[in-house]
């Protein structure tokens, strides 16, 4: 079917199974957003630290980012993961 033909696309991708994985990521107290998003490509949540910044500052939420814990998907975008950790 054409879904699983996106979905064999999408895994090729990443070098992780076609699952998308779970991650708890936490967000400390104080965390600039530059440590932010370096923590979420330690994680392999965003290939680039730079994208998630460009996509913070896109959506004009640098001050927004909330300190707490996240459930975050390896196959979100980077936009997806600002509206999830900015609330």
Known sequence: SETEAKKEEAAD?????????EIEFTIKEGMTSQEVAQSLQDQKLVKKSDDFI???RD??????????????KTDMSSAEIVEEITR
């Open 13 to 21: 991708e990443t070098d992780e199974t076609d699952e998308p994985e």
């Open 54 to 56: 460009k996509a913070l």
């Open 59 to 72: 959506m004009d939420k640098e001050m927004a980012v909330q300190p707490g814990d996240y459930t975050l």
